[in-house]
């Protein structure tokens, strides 16, 4: 019988909650920032890692920002994307939404046609090339104010076609849902699906504020909502896929360790969990490594990694007819599979 890491390399799978900005490699950071002629001010790709210790979020995030200084070109934009789907693509991952952070390059000065033209065009390269089908989420950062969101909500109708949602990320606590409902209105208005980080580090109030006020389709992270048994049966009722990232989750704190994560119980109550990286090249892994890891420390089997990769078809902003087509993917693999 193959053995549950090898079913979990082996599945079609898809991935949710990505940011691409999250997926600069050390190595590629010095490559692009010997390109750019920037100093990273760390001396060797080992002295990066050791950086990537951090107590909370917001440790992780002022390292994160100042990483993408290194993002200059379209070409670096393009390098980065492709670097993530290949991986995603040697992981057998069939279809990946990807959030970028437009006002992370726009407040520094690169243009936001700059960031989009690049990332779209390996994404345009994975669909012909890898089979890889993708979706492009714009997020807005909640430590900005809503006007700056709204500035980045009008560069992104200029490129209506490549964005398929919009997403709210970035520093949770002091930045609750109802400071962007107006921004978030006017961009459902507009057709973008609506997502957004809730319960991370916030309280259980931000995952049912998101719902009610900006009017969300998933909640990205919502791991806190465990807190709150009365949230739980409405997720759970409502079927609101909740995009969760165990190893971010230990990464940041908010949980000790993987078995004290509440994945489990959250598949247990009934909840639409999904698995993803979020921030792979941060947070010590990609998407199987996450499931491989996670099914380790909290004794899930075959079945439960199914029905997780099931969620994530599931949630995913495709036409019903390819969500068809992902779980036949999906059950010819579990048949196959001795
Ligand atoms: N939370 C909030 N903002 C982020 C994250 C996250 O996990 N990753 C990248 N930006
Ligand atoms: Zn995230």
């Not at 692009?32 to 440790?59: C, H, K, M, P, W």
């Not at 439960?304 to 995913?316: G, M, P, W």
């Amino acid at each position: 019988m193959t053995s549950l890491d090898d079913f979990i390399d082996g599945a079609p799978k898809a991935e949710l909650h990505l940011h691409i900005e999250g997926t600069l490699e050390p190595e590629l950071m010095f490559a692009l920032a010997q390109r750019n002629g920037i100093d990273t001010g760390y001396e060797t790709t080992d002295n990066v890692r050791a950086a990537y210790d951090f107590s909370n979020l917001q440790d992780f995030l002022d390292i994160y920002y100042a990483a993408c200084d290194v993002l200059v070109t379209e070409q670096d934009f393009y390098d980065l994307a492709w670097a993530y789907l290949q991986k995603a693509h040697a992981q057998n991952i069939v279809h990946a939404e990807i959030m970028f952070d437009p006002q992370t390059h726009t407040e520094r000065g690169v243009a936001f046609e700059t960031v989009i033209t690049g990332l779209t065009r390996a994404m345009d390269d994975a669909t012909t090339q890898l089979d890889l089908s993708t979706g492009l989420i714009m997020s807005f950062l909640r430590h900005l104010d809503e006007a700056s969101a709204e500035r980045t909500l009008d560069q992104g109708l200029e490129h209506r076609d490549k964005i398929i949602a919009v997403g709210l990320d970035s520093s949770e606590l002091g930045h609750p849902p109802e400071k962007f409902a107006r921004v978030f209105a006017r961009a459902r208005g507009e057709g973008f699906l609506p997502v957004a980080h809730a319960g991370e580090e916030g309280p259980p109030a931000n995952v049912s504020d998101s719902l009610d006020i900006l009017k969300v389709r998933r909640i990205d992270h919502g791991v806190r909502a465990v807190e709150d048994p009365a949230l739980v049966e409405r997720l759970a009722a409502a079927e609101i896929p909740l995009t969760v990232c165990p190893f971010s989750n230990v990464r940041l704190g908010v949980f000790a360790t993987l078995a004290d994560h509440p994945l489990k119980a959250m598949l247990a109550a009934g909840l639409k969990a999904t698995v993803n990286s979020d921030d792979p090249a941060y947070f010590g892994g990609y998407l199987n490594e996450n499931f491989s890891a996670t099914a380790a420390a909290l004794d899930l089997n075959r079945d439960d990694v199914a029905a997780l990769i099931r969620n994530s078809f599931d949630a995913a902003f495709l036409p019903a007819a390819d969500i068809t087509a992902l779980h036949t993917r999906l059950d010819a693999y579990v048949a196959s599979s001795d």
